[in-house]
DNA sequence: GATGGATTTGGAAACGTTTCCAATTCCTCT
DNA sequence: AGAGGAATTGGAAACGTTTCCAAATCCATC
């Protein structure tokens, strides 16, 4: 059939004077079948016969035609892009969490865009505003602050599917999101009774805070340990803070200088551990002969210090994966089922670092 | 005008009965104009009267109007998006670059998209169709191979802006991209001067390899440094190798049981870092006094570590904003001056980990 | 008050899809 | 062979914008 090969080398020409894309119009045409057709040849094949799709597939090919997203989802408003919402994507912590969900969100043939926010509520809102006039189909979000009612509210009134990430929304507001969680309070019971098992009673918990969801649940982990093994627990131990580096580290200095010294101590976060670790060595306290030492993630400084320290670990991989697959979930089915909840387990990684404290 | 209000009150009802937003046709009925003016007035206000202007403005507000990209997009051809295509987004390298990048084309109203590779040709070829498809105004791009012809002809190809990130395009190409590099060979010049300055001869470049362009630099910047000082350079002392932690490890230790032990070592990495501060503890080296440490990379390992290490630095801050400006720059303009190239400086950050050699 | 140009306006045509609807074709069964 | 239903098809209407074009209005000048 010469006819559609001329119409095929007719097109191409135009495209490359014209530097424009074929479009499926002119798929159609070199087909010879309407633009319907061609459509529903190429999605799925729904009510075309065969001889329709061969054809079509053959032009399409020969045409190098790409459909345009941007058209496709303007009709069938879904824009096939996820939206992903944290406070810094720099951080290790995000960073694998959304290198994790691009990768599943991947496969079902979505795209992720980032966006940080440097913990500013407004930011968050606007960001999330920004989200929905792009039609974004969905948002991974972990939000800065748990208690910010507005931009909870903004949330919820995005209007597309929200995924939460290890935070808890206010427990009143209408309908909860599906969220991941990690039980960090698990972890935190789990880390508190091995150092109490070995022999540890004045134990220091240095945290950058009980603001969010981790630190409030390390914190009730913490707890619940000691009233577990029927200790009482030195409320001062627990001590927030801010988490900056120099700050961890004369805040460590100060707990370990205290007249009864804490023979244990759980560092939530690298520069906690960091700024610990410094601390330790500045007072010549050896690990985990004078102090023990469990870091509450599993970072690159926790695996390779000497004695390497142990460390409760959790999957930030699985975390993102299962957050993108509750979304994706979310946006197949009808939404009508219960918010679902992933708990992701916290395991402690024993190293080198902790011991039965020494009498002294 | 109680008739706009009525009407008003109409859309607004309606909207929330069937849940859908308010459209700029509804705005122009509200505000009593037509639709062509409606959009003149809410973009920019070319060639519209104050008055109209006025009233298009407060319908949009009452009804709470938020446009809609797609459609937006779809007539006008540009997305507003940006795509980064990196081998690994958890990477600390790559996640602060975007970090960055997503920074600066946030205050330029653009969405940043980012997808990983993993190193994997294929799916860069798939990532950058997909963006095509998707119409992303540019891509910030670090191919994970500089030497893969098909990725940087699919990048050609793409008709869309490219930056690309601490790569060399093979030189023959139809007129490289926009590029932002690090000057990673001026760095090792640098390092290895500084080592050859207090004493060593015999040192160790540990590196993973020349495959890509930082590997290339440096490895050109040692053998520069050495020539520059008129001194011989002992050829097996740049050790290419896998960069896996234990791999690192064990390589390490080989070099530094070898018979003419390097007094210095240069680490390219943080894994490699890790391994060879692993080794050096493993053999009973003290640093600096049996073996000086410069670290190719400052990460938290370096600057916590004890002693302290001595490391190359440059801003990936830099690097995510310089590439996102040229990009943008590339938007704006009309693309036909020469591809412009930015070369980022690298420092040495002194720290305790070096010392002249002792004799032995 | 008419003339002319500049400004403002409304209507409609894109942008590239999908999807609805009616019309056509194709089977199968009487 | 004709009827009836299922499958396929073409044409057109959306989706929500921006932008083009021609018509209408304005304002100053003659």
């Known amino acids: 059939m010469p006819f559609r090969f001329n119409y095929i080398a007719t097109i191409l020409e135009e495209n490359v004077s014209r530097l424009t894309r074929a479009t499926i119009r002119d798929v159609a045409h070199a087909a010879g079948v309407s633009v319907g057709s061609a459509s529903r040849a190429l999605n799925g094949g729904r009510n075309v016969s065969a001889r329709v799709i061969e054809e079509v597939a053959q032009a399409a090919k020969q045409l190098g035609y790409q459909p345009d997203f941007l058209a496709r989802s303007l009709r069938t408003r879904s824009s096939g892009m996820v939206g992903c919402l944290v406070s810094d994507i720099a951080n290790p912590l995000y960073a694998e969490i959304v290198q994790a969900a691009e990768g599943r969100l991947r496969e079902a043939g979505c795209l992720l865009v980032v966006a940080s926010t440097g913990n500013d509520p407004k930011r968050e809102q606007d960001a999330v505003a920004e989200f929905r006039g792009r039609r974004l189909d969905g948002v991974l979000v972990a939000p800065g602050s748990d208690t910010n009612e507005k931009s909870w509210r903004a949330l919820a009134e995005a209007g597309t599917a929200v995924v939460?990430?290890?935070?808890?929304?206010?427990?009143?507001?209408?309908?909860?999101?599906?969220?991941?969680?990690?039980?960090?309070?698990?972890?935190?019971?789990?880390?508190?009774?091995?150092?109490?098992?070995?022999?540890?009673?004045?134990?220091?918990?240095?945290?950058?805070?009980?603001?969010?969801?981790?630190?409030?649940?390390?914190?009730?982990?913490?707890?619940?340990?000691?009233?577990?093994?029927?200790?009482?627990?030195?409320?001062?131990?627990?001590?927030?803070?801010?988490?900056?580096?120099?700050?961890?580290?004369?805040?460590?200095?100060?707990?370990?200088?205290?007249?009864?010294?804490?023979?244990?101590?759980?560092?939530?976060?690298?520069?906690?551990?960091?700024?610990?670790?410094?601390?330790?060595?500045?007072?010549?306290?050896?690990?985990?002969?004078?102090?023990?030492?469990?870091?509450?993630?599993?970072?690159?400084?926790?695996?390779?210090?000497?004695?390497?320290?142990?460390?409760?670990?959790?999957?930030?991989?699985?975390?993102?994966?299962?957050?993108?697959?509750?979304?994706?979930?979310?946006?197949?089915?009808?939404?009508?089922?219960?918010?679902?909840?992933?708990?992701?387990?916290?395991?402690l990684v024993l190293r080198e670092s902790c011991a039965p404290p020494t009498r002294t």
């Open 164 to 347: 939460i990430l290890d935070r808890d929304p206010p427990s009143s507001d209408d309908g909860p999101f599906p969220s991941v969680l990690v039980d960090h309070r698990g972890g935190a019971v789990a880390a508190t009774r091995y150092l109490l098992g070995l022999g540890h009673r004045r134990i220091a918990l240095l945290t950058p805070g009980a603001r969010m969801r981790p630190g409030r649940e390390r914190i009730a982990g913490f707890r619940q340990a000691f009233a577990d093994a029927g200790r009482s627990l030195d409320g001062a131990l627990v001590c927030p803070q801010e988490s900056s580096m120099d700050f961890a580290y004369s805040a460590a200095l100060a707990v370990l200088e205290a007249p009864a010294r804490p023979t244990a101590v759980i560092a939530l976060g690298t520069r906690i551990l960091a700024g610990t670790l410094r601390a330790a060595r500045t007072l010549g306290l050896s690990i985990p002969e004078d102090l023990s030492v469990v870091s509450v993630g599993d970072t690159d400084i926790a695996a390779v210090h000497t004695p390497a320290i142990t460390a409760l670990r959790w999957s930030l991989e699985d975390v993102g994966r299962a957050a993108a697959e509750l979304l994706l979930q979310r946006l197949k089915g009808d939404g009508t089922t219960a918010p679902p909840r992933a708990l992701l387990p916290v395991d």
